[in-house]
Every structure is written in C-alpha cells, then in structure tokens.
C-alpha cells in the first residue's frame, strides 16, 4: 500500500522538480543509484518497469529504502496497464507513471487515491488524463514531442495544467531553464543524469555529486 497520498506526490514532484528514472536487474545496484541521488538532494523516484521480475526487484529495494529511508518517494514507470499497476501499488508503489493513455489505469488508482501520470503527446490527451484525474500529466518522449515550445504552447490555453517532460531533459543550466521557464511542473531524467559510466563504474559519489548540481542549479533557475 502506498505510505503517501497522490497530493503529497504532487507536491513532493513540484517541489524536488526534478525526477530521476531509473532500472537495473541488480536490486543492490538500485538501491545504491537512489541513496546517492537522496544524498544528492532528490527525494522522488520513478523505477521503470523493464526486465524479468522487474516487481521482485522493486519490492526488494522498496523494503530496503522503508528501513533506511523512509522519507524517499517510490514509484513506478513504464507500466501501460491497470493490472501491472495494480501489482506494484501492492508492493508500495507511490505514484504510476505511463508512457500511454489508458483510462483503466485511471480506475485502479484513483481508486486507490494512487497518483497516475499517463503519457500524452496532444492536448486532447493531455485535456483527456485530467478530467481522468490525472494531477500531472507526462509528455514522451518529451523532446519529439515538441519540447519546450509544446509546453508552453499548452500553457497558455491551459495555465492549469501540470507537465512532466520525459526524454531530452538534461542536468544543464541551458536544458533545464528551457524546460522550467517553459512551464513544466517537473522533469524526468534518466540516462543523462545517471550515466552508463556511474552504474559500469559503481561510481556513486560521481552520482551524488551530479545530483546536487542539478537540484542546485534548478534552484538558481527558479529563484529559490
């Protein structure tokens, strides 16, 4: 069962602004990617749903993260129906995340009063997942989509709504001020800011420390 409600993760989204994603078949190896971005100052996490047993994994890291850092915000990403949602909301899942828009999924979190963030590429989905109950909706792949400009376009018939781009976001002043002064509400990050070299390496300072840029440079660029 989830320890935080959908309006805690809205909040928590906004607020950290910035959403490591992440998979690896090794549960030790996940653990240690998100205790070094905790370290780093970033407290959401989406795990994607790739792989065999990638919810044997995630229940593994979920119960470590429970003991050791019971603060830290999990979720899932990468899961395109209602019943693998309903799976991973038994194992914890804090959030949903979708790379499509499925109004079933919709059914069993808000049932659940679960956060879903379904994936969308059109206004007409993003207008759809919210009158679904969707409180943030993701745009992907971000950058082909539309980028940037996409969102602020959105913005402006649509000031209410709160986006999450996921693709081509980087852990850069440049990248990040196109994304935030564009009008997203947070961004998701995976390969850009956890690097091949940091898991190939087991370089988790180097990870800790790319983390902190990024949430101090996300500060600097809205003003905190």
């Known amino acids: 069962m989830a320890r935080f409600s959908r309006i805690e993760v809205a909040k928590a989204m906004e607020e950290t602004g910035i959403i490591p994603v992440f998979y690896h078949p090794d549960a030790q190896t996940c653990f240690n990617v998100v205790e070094a971005c905790y370290k ?3 407290r959401v996490f989406e795990f994607t749903n790739r792989g065999d047993f990638a919810h044997e994994v995630f229940a593994t890291i979920y119960k470590q993260l429970f003991k050791a850092y019971p603060e830290v915000i999990l979720g899932v990403g990468s899961v395109i129906d209602a019943g693998t949602a309903s799976l991973y909301m038994q194992l914890g899942a804090n959030f949903i995340v979708s790379p499509v828009l499925n109004p079933e999924m919709a059914k069993v979190c808000n049932r659940r009063k679960v956060l879903w963030s ?3 590429g059109s ?3 993003i207008s759809q997942a919210e009158e679904l109950g969707a409180e943030i909706v993701k745009i992907f792949p971000g950058q082909q989509v539309g980028g940037p400009e996409f969102v602020a376009a959105v913005k402006g018939p649509m000031p209410w709504s709160s986006i999450m781009p996921t693709g081509g976001v980087e852990p850069t002043r ?3 001020t196109l994304w935030f002064k564009s009008g997203v509400t947070c961004v998701g990050m995976g390969s ?5 070299d940091v898991i190939r390496e087991s370089n988790y300072p180097l990870l800790q420390e790319k983390a902190a840029t990024a949430v101090k440079l996300l500060k600097e660029i809205r003003g905190k």
Not at 192 to 196: F, G, N
């Open 123 to 125: 206004v007409s989905e």
């Open 40 to 42: 780093g100052g970033l």
């Open 174 to 176: 440049e990248n990040l």
């Open 192 to 196: 850009k800011l956890i690097t091949s």
């Open 118 to 120: 379904p994936g969308c």
